[in-house]
């Protein structure tokens, strides 16, 4: 079974309206799992407010479109 290890994230994409956003975080999990895992914790800040929006004020609305996500392992 594959070791947990931690991974950083960075997704983007764009939303209702054209309106643009970014995520990143840390996430602890297997490699298998970390696209599940990015994904995830992006929605989590999109709905709460909490990504980086291309239009500050602007609302940030569903449906979201990922175009773009990097995940990498940090260096232990």
Known sequence: MP???DYTYTAEGTA????????????HCDFFNTLFHATRD???QLTQG??????????C???YDVTRI???RVKQ
């Open 3 to 5: 070791k947990p290890n």
């Open 42 to 44: 992006s929605f989590d």
């Open 70 to 72: 990097v995940i990498e």
């Open 16 to 27: 209702a309206g054209g309106q643009t956003w970014k995520t990143s975080g840390t996430i």
């Open 61 to 63: 609305q569903g449906p």
């Open 50 to 59: 909490k990504a980086v929006y291309g239009q500050p004020g602007v609302g």
